[in-house]
């Protein structure tokens, strides 16, 4: 009997589907190799005289982090004011917006700075990542290095994960910083507060805890963006347009991935 | 695999004496490749000998590319064998692999230079990973290499900064900053004008008399390969036609020898029926089905 027009549309949107779920979990089997195989590089690379070369470590820490500090610094500003500006606003409902500093610190330090880094950093570099790989490798490049026996994950993805897994939190400690004093700005010129005295309550509220709780959300970042990146730009085909498409994709999915984690972190770190 | 009814096999007579194992740098005896379900190579046998070039010739399709990535190790076979310096590649492990790398150059199609490296830092790459020698030897040894393709006091350039010709000099001089015992080169003279191609060849031919080395060339163009061949392997949708010097391709009888040879389009009859099916996506005579 041949299938009606319902049951082919069935059919192939379960197949659809399918291929989707299927290649979701090629894709993560491939990151987590990526990491894997990264560590064995780091690990193993200098006895068997292929080290991780120090310097495109620090080209990267400088194309990742250092390049990043002024928009990674206006936005943290940005956040913090924002915070400011809605906190008071809400608790001068209650006649409580003395109490903003509370709502101020955690949401910068434990929430804010982390994923607004997270974002900037997925967008600037991850995406940058996805491209320059991508481009590798329809230009032949990353066959070349295959060729010339240097493992391409040993040369490009090392260099970039740990430059990420090291600049990703300092900037996140430069804009749990910034978010902060430019959200003690704007309460001091609106409540009248000193800078002094909001940051003695600063210190009273916050723990170490907390600091960490955002530190170690964006170290699961580095890694989301970093391999994230990698595998899209692994995957490129077609040309340009390849690359154009992987660029995006990647950034799309290290923003989702980041937001997901996110939620799930907060919610383990809070049991 | 049963040979093809056209397929001559290679040239034996006066080099009967040469074909001992110990002359042979490359072994291949009947690679079997699938691209998907694809079957790309189909049972392909060929021999290259030490200090010899072979260029390896066929249309578009015919798998000579593929050939050449299985050759520089780049991707696996299904079923067959594949010796590189008397090293059965299916068997190395990972080590073995990378000291077997570096005795290979291979200078790529679009030179495959690292864009945000200059074309000295590009060639002082393998040296650089490979080597303990000082920063100043590398750059006198890049210098060199640079001499040998006529690139000299172009090291601080980037890639960018090259024509198509100086960019495929300088990923020669790539290739051979080992010293390579076998070196690929994948369609040197495309894209090329003839003046620039004919130099590269000489090139090929100079770097081979100067080195020592093996080198394979795949490419489509005729004029270049008769110019550098030793031998010839000539490809056609994934079988050898033949294997043969450069008079014998000549003098081949094989009528897909000679079409290529005289730039002749394979004789493919139209089914009017199936070439209307395949326009409108019907199959004449059965279900109208996408």
Known sequence: ?????????????????????????????????????????????????????????????????????????????????????????TLRIFGAESRVTIGIAFSVVREF?????????????????????????????????????????????????????????????????????????????????????????????????????????????AILIAVIGVVNGASVTGGAEGVGKATTRSVVQAISAIIVTDMIFAFVATR | MAEDKNTEQPAQGPDKAQDKAPGKVIEVDNLVTHYGEREILKGVTLDVRENEIMVIMGGSGSGKSTLLRHLMALEMHTSGTMKILGQDIEKLTAMEMFHLR????????????????????????????????????????????????????????????????????????????????????????????????????DLILDMRAAMGMTIVVVTHELESAFKIADRLTILDKGHILMIGTVDEVRKSKNERVQNLLNRMPEDDTIDPDEYLGRLTGEEIGGDATL
Request: aromatic share 6%; hydrophobic share 55%; glycine share 10%.
């Open chain 1, 1 to 89: 009997m041949a299938p009606t027009d319902n049951q082919n549309w069935l059919a192939l949107f379960f197949d659809k589907v399918g291929r989707y779920f299927v290649a979701g979990i090629e894709e993560i089997g491939n990151g987590g190799v990526l990491v894997v195989e990264s560590f064995f590089w780091l690990i193993v690379g200098p006895r068997r005289k292929q080290p991780v070369r120090l310097g495109s470590i620090f080209a990267q820490m400088m194309e990742i982090g250092i390049q990043a500090i002024p928009i990674v610094a206006l936005l943290a500003s940005a956040i913090g004011v924002m915070l400011a500006i809605q906190g008071i606003h």
């Open chain 1, 113 to 221: 700075s982390p994923l607004i880094t997270g974002i900037l950093v997925a967008g600037r570099s991850g995406s940058g990542l996805a491209a320059r790989i991508g481009t590798m490798k329809i230009n032949q490049e990353i066959d070349a290095l295959k060729v010339m026996g240097i493992n391409p994950t040993r040369f490009l993805v090392v260099p970039a994960l740990l430059a990420m897994l090291v600049m990703v939190p300092m900037l996140t400690i430069l804009s749990d910083l910034m978010g902060l004093l430019a959200a003690g700005l704007y309460v001091g010129i609106d409540l009248g507060i000193s800078m002094a005295a909001y940051f003695d309550e600063v210190r009273d509220i916050l723990t170490v805890d907390d600091v960490w709780h955002g530190i170690g959300k964006s170290v699961i970042f």
């Open chain 2, 102 to 201: 570096k005795k290979l150059g291979v200078a790529f199609q679009s030179g495959a230079l690292f864009s945000s490296m200059t074309v000295g830092e590009n060639i002082m790459l393998p040296l650089h990973e490979h080597t303990d020698l000082d920063p100043t030897t590398r750059e006198i040894m890049a210098r060199m290499k640079l001499e040998v393709v006529s690139l000299a006091g172009f090291e601080n350039l980037m890639p960018a900064e090259l024509s198509g010709g100086m960019v495929k000099r300088a990923a020669f001089a790539r290739a051979i900053i080992m010293d390579p015992k076998i070196l690929f080169c994948d369609e040197p003279s495309a894209g090329l004008d003839p003046v620039v191609a004919s130099a590269l060849d």
